[in-house]
C-alpha cells in the first residue's frame, strides 16, 4: 500500500539532545511538509520541500533542520536550540506544487524529559 | 485576522444526526479545499477533497464550497459513533506550497 511512514510514533528525549524523526513516502510525491501540531493551536508548518536538495523554511523553523537527499524521504531534526520541543509532529506529501490534495503520516509524538 | 477559522466545538450528537461543520476564510485566492478527520494521537485522514465551488459527497460525507462568501462546509449524515474525531478543513491557492488549517471541530456522536 502506498503511503507515509513515520518513525518513531513515540519518542523521549532529555534536554540538549538532538533527535532525529524519520519521513519516509512511497507515493512518488514530489513536495514533503513537516508540521507540528499543539493542541487549540491547528497545524504549523516548520519546513517544506518541492524537490530533492531544495528545501524551505516554514512559520516556525527556527531550532529545527531537515535533509532531502532522496525523493522518498525528508527526516527532520529537532535540536536542543528548540525551546519548546515537546509536540506531535506530522509528515505530508502532496503530488506537485499546482495541487491541494496533502497527505499525512500518523505522525510522532515527541517528549522531553 | 487569521486566514482560516473554524469553531473549535466541541460538538456532541446524538447517533444518526446530520452534523455540519463549517469554516471560514479570508484568502479569496483559496481554491482547492479539503476536510480531514483526526483520531486521537493519529495523523489526519483526508476525507473530502473539492476544487473550486460547488459540492462533493461521498457517502455520508458532502463537501460543499461557498467561494462568494468564503465559506466551506462539510456534512455528516446518519452520524456513527465512530464519526467521534476532530474534523480539520484545510485550504490552499494551488501555488507556493502553502496551505492553511482551521484548528479543528471535536465531534462525539453518542450512541
Known amino acids: 500500500d502506498g503511503g507515509i511512514t513515520q518513525s518513531p510514533k513515540y519518542l523521549f528525549r532529555k534536554e540538549g539532545q538532538n533527535v532525529t524523526l524519520s519521513c519516509e513516502q512511497n507515493?512518488?510525491?514530489?513536495?514533503m511538509y513537516w508540521y507540528r501540531q499543539d493542541p487549540g493551536q491547528g497545524l504549523r508548518l516548520i519546513y517544506y520541500?518541492?524537490?530533492?536538495?531544495?528545501?524551505q523554511k516554514g512559520d516556525i523553523a527556527e531550532g529545527y533542520s531537515v535533509s532531502r537527499e532522496k525523493k522518498e524521504s525528508f527526516p527532520l531534526t529537532v535540536t536542543s536550540a528548540q525551546k519548546n520541543p515537546t509536540a506531535f509532529y506530522l509528515c505530508?506529501?502532496?503530488?506537485?506544487?499546482?495541487?491541494?490534495?496533502?497527505?499525512f503520516g500518523e505522525g510522532s509524538r515527541l517528549t522531553v524529559l | 485576522q487569521k486566514e482560516v477559522e473554524q469553531d473549535p466545538g466541541p460538538l456532541s450528537v446524538p447517533e444518526g444526526a446530520i452534523v455540519s461543520l463549517n469554516c471560514t476564510y479570508s484568502?479569496?485566492?483559496?481554491?482547492?479545499f479539503m476536510w480531514y478527520r483526526q483520531y486521537s494521537r493519529k495523523g489526519p485522514e483526508l476525507l473530502m477533497y473539492?476544487?473550486?465551488?460547488g459540492n462533493k459527497e461521498d457517502g455520508r460525507f458532502t463537501a460543499q464550497v461557498d467561494k462568494s462568501s468564503k465559506y466551506i462546509s462539510l456534512f455528516i449524515r446518519d452520524s456513527q459513533p465512530s464519526d467521534s474525531a476532530t474534523y480539520l478543513c484545510?485550504?490552499?491557492?494551488?501555488?507556493?506550497?502553502?496551505?492553511?488549517f482551521g484548528t479543528g471541530t471535536s465531534l462525539t456522536v453518542i450512541p
Open positions: 505530508a506529501s502532496s503530488i506537485a506544487t499546482n495541487t491541494g490534495e496533502l497527505f
Open positions: 507515493l512518488n510525491h514530489d513536495a
Open positions: 520541500s518541492q524537490i530533492v536538495n531544495d528545501f
Open positions: 484568502n479569496s485566492a483559496f481554491q482547492y
Open positions: 473539492t476544487y473550486s465551488s
Open positions: 484545510a485550504m490552499s491557492a494551488g501555488t507556493g506550497n502553502q496551505f492553511y
